[in-house]
């Protein structure tokens, strides 16, 4: 595995915020409005930089669910995807839907930013894997009732929105009954420690429990990143509230050999503690 340095993740981060005019950092409270557009602002932004730390990791038409490397080839978290109608919600550069379509599904990649759908058209002329692209946001799919076999996210939309019930209650809305839901985020108790991938992120500096929002804000205040922390019990309930099952949770191990550090995610934290939670639901009847 290619190890990416943690400098580099920093000025990735540093040049997002410059071009936003990011100044400083809050904890307070954000509404679903204030947030899509902060974020938005912010995965434009910082698209292209994303497609060049990442994408030879993620490839061009690879399923990749987490830092820690577990492909969906390997796992089959979705099962047998052949002739399935498939959402990607946060699709991002959708490699994820390329691979699903090459597995012989019929998956749609949906996301809030212009920016990540530029690089999944520019994936697709590479691959000669050509997927539906939508842009929307994650609780406002265009998509009918029941149209969907199964749905899909790694890491995209869930950490950013305000509400993760009305997410929930849009996917459930759009699948068939019975169809899987399965995503991954970063584990819940990864939020009490700093977001340091070496031994400053080892100490615990902010309380499990405290849902504040962290806000990146601008001169005037208002904010240019948003993201919200969620319990396991939070996703847990969000679920059952919407009418899915769950029927798994994994936190995927940190590979022996693996190097790649990614924002956070690196071997000296992954030998610790699990950083990714994959939940995978299925849709009640």
């Known amino acids: 595995m290619t190890t990416v340095d943690r400098d580099d ?3 990735r981060h540093t040049r997002a915020e410059q071009r936003l005019g990011t100044v400083g950092v809050a904890h307070r409270s954000v509404g679903a409005r204030e947030a899509t557009r902060a974020n938005l602002a912010w995965w434009d932004a910082d698209a292209d930089d994303y497609q060049a730390a990442h994408g030879e990791f993620l490839g061009d038409a690879d399923f990749v669910w987490c830092p820690e490397g577990v492909r969906e080839a390997d796992a089959r978290l979705l099962g047998d995807v052949r002739g399935r109608r498939v959402a990607e919600i946060g699709c991002g550069q959708a490699a994820c839907s390329r691979w699903l379509a090459a597995a012989g599904a019929r998956p749609v990649g949906l996301d809030l930013s212009a920016g990540m759908l530029r690089h999944a058209r520019a994936g697709a002329a590479r691959t000669g894997i050509d997927v539906p692209l939508l842009q929307a946001t994650a609780d406002a799919l265009p998509l ?3 149209s969907m076999d199964a749905a899909c996210s790694a890491f995209g939309a ?3 929105v305000a509400s993760v019930e009305a997410v929930f209650a849009e996917v ?5 009954p019975g169809a899987p839901w399965v995503f991954a985020v970063t584990h819940p108790m990864r939020w ?7 031994p ?4 615990a500096s902010q309380p499990y429990f405290d849902r504040t929002p962290y806000v990146e804000v601008d001169a005037d205040g208002r904010a240019t990143y948003v ?3 969620r319990t396991v019990g939070d996703y847990v309930r969000a679920l059952a509230a919407t009418g899915f099952a769950l029927e798994d949770l994994l936190e ?8 790649r550090v990614w924002g956070q995610w690196s071997p000296v934290r992954g030998k610790l503690f699990p950083g990714t939670a994959i939940f995978r639901a299925r849709a009640c009847p």
């Open 200 to 203: 400053a992120g080892l100490t």
């Open 192 to 198: 009490i420690f700093p977001d340091d991938p070496g």
């Open 252 to 259: 995927p191990e940190w590979p022996a050999g693996h190097t």
């Open 172 to 176: 459930r809305r759009v699948l068939r």
């Open 158 to 160: 869930l950490p950013f």
């Open 227 to 229: 993201e919200y922390h």
């Open 144 to 146: 009918a009732d029941g």
């Open 9 to 11: 993740e920093q000025d």
